[in-house]
């Protein structure tokens, strides 16, 4: 029996700005690709070829990369939102392009080391109208939780509580029943955590959790994305875009000086040069950047074309593109640089954003 990927990747990405401003959140460098690269590999790697993504901000950067699929084994196909139609709303939109009876959504956010085949055989062994994949956090808090009984029947959506009830949260990704879609409202938007799922489970449906184990990481702040980069690179996340992990990643015409340490994970990204003794650790610096001697980047993401002058320390940093750090300069905190933002030699010592 056949399966349809959905991808929804019509979000903003408002807590990843301002990079989000140039590109979208599934399309940022991670690992030498873009994000969205990694999850549609492995849904070729699990016989699911066709693919449609649910797209709105900047859903022209996804046609121009993605074009029929073709290039990367699959079957593509975007449809656009006019406006943001939210996540039950993207998925409702995308119906028409539908082909197979069971349906898998993923948040285009997450990275999940799942086993998709096995997912898809739980929820047509259980033929649960809706499965969702849960998995465990230390701190739930944080977190909607998904209570399920013995059964692995869904009891309850649960907003943010400080008490959860349980540690199993949502995973951002779904299979469903082809026909449940069409039960979602169309031209409005919906969210399928507030609104869809609820109303599942009042209806009476039959909606099951799926508790994995492995891998999963949603992408979303600066802090997860940086960590969720490092982990791609260094294969504690799965993926068949890294055929070789390592401490570190170099892109074509990245150049190094053998006096420079890169390492947890860090990527370099192509044409970027690194000069002698600067030290860059769990960090991603994307194209066309100049990180010069002693320069130390820690947990930072640092955008295309940015200049790093020498002696500057960033420590959980996101560097816009084109903006220049003076030397001597050190930023930490979560401090954000806007693109084309000059900082001038030894001017600042604290963190905010600039
Ligand atoms: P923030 O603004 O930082 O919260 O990011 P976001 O806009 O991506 O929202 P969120 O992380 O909650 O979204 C989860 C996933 O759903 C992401 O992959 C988004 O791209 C996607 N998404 C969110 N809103 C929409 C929407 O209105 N339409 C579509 N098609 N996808 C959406």
New binding site residues.
Partial sequence: MATDAV??????????RPL?LSA???MLPTAGVPFLTHLVLRLREAGITHVVL????RAEVFEDYFGDGSRFGVDLRCVV?KE????G??IR?VASALRADTVLV?????MIGVDLVDFVESHRKTDADVTLCLTRVEDARAYGCVPTDADGRVEAFLEKDPNPVTDQINA?LYAFKRRLIDTIPAGR?VSVEKETFPGLLRSGADVRGYLTTGYWR?F??PADFVQGSADLVRGVAPSPAVPRPGERLLMPGASVSPKAKIYGGSTIGARTAVGAGADIDGSAVFEDARIAAGAVIRRSIVGNRVTVHPGALLEDCVIGDDAVIGAGIELRYGARVWPGVHLAEGSIRFSSDL
């Fill in positions: 991808i929804l990747v019509g979000g903003f990405g408002t807590r990843l989000t979208p959140k599934p649910g797209t709105s901000y939102e943001a139609l939210g996540t709303g993207g939109n993923f948040n285009g956010d997450n951002g938007p949603d979303g702040t």
